[in-house]
């Protein structure tokens, strides 16, 4: 069974940093991309950062320049710098990753359970 983790919720000033991790647990044969989401009530998830296969990195316009996604080489910790936070970063931080449970299997995409991130102004 795999489990993902995240943590480093908190809240934090305007103008702060924070940063989050993802810790994947249990058996597998590998991990491709990964992926930081957020979402607030009433809206739908949007994708915040990702990180290839290839550790290849793309952001939101709205987080450019403000974070870095990054993980471990064993690709099973994930990170999200978060700098210069505003309120608009309040939201549920959720972090995702594709993986093949065998090898030559397709890969499936696993989510975190969400972590919360409160910007105060």
């Known amino acids: 069974q795999v489990q993902l983790v995240e943590s480093g919720r908190g809240l934090v000033q305007a103008g702060g940093s924070l940063t989050l991790s993802c810790i994947v647990y249990?058996?597998?044969?590998?991990?491709?991309?990964m992926a930081w989401y957020r979402q607030t009530p009433g809206k739908q998830r949007e994708l915040v950062a990702q990180i290839s296969d290839g550790d290849e990195t793309s952001y939101a316009d709205s987080v450019k320049g403000r974070c870095t996604i990054s993980r471990d080489r064993a690709k099973t910790t994930l990170f999200l710098q978060m700098n210069s936070l505003t309120p608009e970063d309040t939201a549920v931080y959720f972090c995702n990753a594709h993986i093949r449970m065998a090898a030559y299997a397709p890969s499936h995409i696993f989510w975190g359970q969400g972590t919360q991130v409160t910007v105060s102004s």
């Open positions: 249990g058996t597998f044969s590998s991990i491709s991309g």
